[in-house]
């Protein structure tokens, strides 16, 4: 498995405001992926993160609510924007690595709160 | 009826015990079927990973795929207090998309 560091591992934010969180990958990756984890509810895609180009959002999830970028193989953002107190939840990174067997493994998630 | 279900527990066993967690599905297109732990505070961490029927054993950890009857299972033996977190099922289909689809897991608590 790869090391997968994800920033900020939790913060509390204003409601209207907006946070990156970054995911960073200690090796090559074939695909980056961001899941949100709510209270009691499954783990939901949120979006696949591609390499140069517009993630690709599953249904309930827009690009101008949660922007994401991948400017290379190993690193990603993605942007929670004018948050309301709805969007608390933990984010997390995941990845499948390059020549990796189709596994996927998770960053350690960052928890937000808004108030 | 939802594509994963799980049992969300709490489960509460006493150290040593047996423990069998379990999930069903209804989409006869999954092949491939993995087990996380999760700890509190911190990332769902791959356990198990197996693809289409039977078993896998890793360890105290053994991981059962019963596709006829669209049921998995991860079953502990001699559980420890180390145990102690919470426990996804996931799966997805052959080919294609890497969308895994997750159940709500189950949080297992042993007592020493």
């Known amino acids: 498995s790869a090391v997968i560091s994800q920033k900020p591992s939790r913060d509390i934010c204003q409601r209207g405001t907006s946070l990156t969180i970054q995911c960073q990958v200690d090796?090559?990756?074939?695909?980056m992926f961001w899941y949100r984890q709510q209270p009691g509810q499954s783990l939901t895609l949120i979006a696949t993160a591609n390499q140069g180009s517009e993630a690709t959002y599953e249904s309930g999830f827009v690009i101008d609510k949660f922007p994401i970028s991948r400017p290379n193989l190993t690193f990603s953002t993605l942007t929670v924007s004018n948050m309301s107190p709805e969007d608390s939840s933990i984010y997390l990174c995941s990845v499948v690595m390059l020549g990796g067997d189709e596994k996927l493994f998770f960053g350690s998630g960052t928890q937000l709160s808004v108030l | 009826q939802k594509e994963v279900e799980q049992d969300p527990g709490p489960l509460s066993v006493p150290e040593g015990a047996i423990v069998s967690l379990n999930c069903t599905y209804s989409?006869?297109?999954?092949?491939?079927f993995m087990w996380y732990r999760q700890y509190s505070r911190k990332g769902p961490e791959l356990l198990m990973y197996t693809y289409s029927s039977g078993n896998k054993e890793d360890g105290r950890f053994t991981a059962q795929v019963d596709k006829s009857s669209k049921y998995i299972s991860l079953f502990i033996r001699d559980s420890q207090p180390s145990d102690s977190a919470t426990y996804l099922c996931?799966?997805?289909?052959?080919?294609?998309?890497?969308?895994?689809?997750f159940g709500k897991g189950t949080k297992l608590t042993v007592n020493p």
């Open positions: 090796s090559q990756v074939t695909m």
């Open positions: 996931a799966m997805k289909e052959e080919g294609g998309s890497e969308k895994l689809v």
């Open positions: 989409n006869s297109a999954f092949q491939y």
